[in-house]
């Protein structure tokens, strides 16, 4: 499964809850008109697998150049330094889901 484009992840038991970013650092927040695009990421081919379908990047709307990269058990939005460490924490792996196993879920 590949995903494309732009998309905003929202949690399966908190649906008006959403992945997003403030002041660089990962969140989960209500969605409000003013954070629509902090909550809303371009899905890209994984950054340390190029080439295999099932890993993704997630590069922030609002800053073009900019992933989630866990670190220190946190997401944090930054650009990429080119280094091997940075692609493999920010490179995402599309499995199947915990709730429902037809739907995709993302490990790191």
Same mark, same amino acid.
């Given at each position: 499964m590949v995903l494309s484009g732009f998309h905003s992840f929202s949690s399966v038991n908190y649906p008006t809850l959403f992945m997003a970013h403030k002041n660089?650092? !990962?969140v989960i927040i209500e969605l409000t008109e003013p954070?629509?695009?902090n909550t809303t990421f371009q899905i890209v081919q994984g950054l340390a697998a190029i080439g295999n379908p099932r890993a993704i990047s997630f590069e922030s709307l609002n800053?073009? !150049?900019y992933y989630f990269q866990h670190s220190n058990f946190r997401l944090h939005?930054?650009?990429s330094d080119g280094t091997p460490g940075f692609k493999e924490n920010a490179t995402y792996w599309i499995e199947p889901g915990n709730t429902n196993p037809t739907q995709a879920g993302l490990i790191s």
């Open positions: 660089f650092l !990962g954070d629509k695009e800053y073009p !150049g939005l930054q650009t």
